[in-house]
């Protein structure tokens, strides 16, 4: 069974600052990794979606990279700005495409 | 366009109530999901359509829980005989097949919480 951890569980750093936040997976036979933003209260949003056979993605201030042989996965955020504070969650994709999660970085960016 | 819309937002009910949750896919997607968040947690997976059959159920709970999608498009997901531990916020996702390179999108969730 797919397990999947995030480390920290929660992480604040002063705005402007780079941060990683780190993934990893047990079963390395992933289709895809997908990192998704959630916001209190609210459904989540899809940041940047690695497909197995690529090592890594970028979207603006995002960079996600994937190395399947070591079942991990970092986003890295820079010039974090107060408007990141967020939950982050991984989630590996396998078997009938479901979604296997982690519980999820709480990051805070201080003004 | 639009996107993934879930309906209610909220659901009170009381302990051995049946509810129904809705999912409006977006336009288009063939391939739907339901995850199930409990407080503190990541998603749990519950339930894959392709089309309007259930290709893998395998995260049903139990034989409470069950959904359906009729005619491909929404979706209903209905608990029967509620219990308190179902508290959860229920979330639909939309894929545009079921495939690896198909990112799926979230709706707002429906926050179940049973008395």
């Known amino acids: 069974k797919q397990e999947v951890t995030q480390i920290p569980a929660a992480l604040s750093v002063p705005e402007g600052e780079n941060l990683v936040l780190n993934c990893s997976f047990t079963?390395?036979?992933?289709?895809?990794l997908q990192w998704f933003r959630q916001d209190p209260g609210k459904g989540l949003t899809s940041l940047l979606l690695i497909q197995s056979s690529q090592r890594e993605q970028t979207s603006g201030r995002l960079n996600a990279s994937l190395d399947k042989s070591s079942g991990r996965s970092t986003l890295y955020i820079a010039a974090s700005q107060p408007g990141d504070s967020a939950t982050y969650l991984c989630a590996a994709g396998a078997g009938s495409y479901q979604l296997t999660f982690g519980k999820g970085t709480k990051l805070s960016v201080i003004p | 366009g639009a996107g993934v819309s879930q309906t209610p937002s909220n659901k009170v009910t009381e302990k051995g109530k049946y509810v129904e949750l809705r999912c409006d896919p977006i336009s288009g997607h063939t391939a739907l999901y339901w995850y199930r968040q409990s407080l503190g947690q990541g998603p749990e997976f519950l339930i894959y359509?392709?089309?309007?059959?259930?290709?893998?159920d395998s995260g049903l709970p139990n034989d409470r829980f069950f959904a359906v999608r009729p005619e491909g498009s929404v979706s209903t997901l209905k608990i029967q005989r509620t219990e308190r531990g179902d508290s959860a916020v229920y979330l639909c996702?939309?894929?545009?097949?079921?495939?690896?390179?198909?990112?799926?999108?979230f709706g707002p969730g429906t926050r179940l919480t049973v008395t």
């Open positions: 079963d390395s036979a992933i289709y895809n």
């Open positions: 996702a939309s894929s545009l097949s079921g495939g690896q390179s198909y990112e799926q999108y």
């Open positions: 359509f392709q089309g309007t059959g259930a290709a893998d």
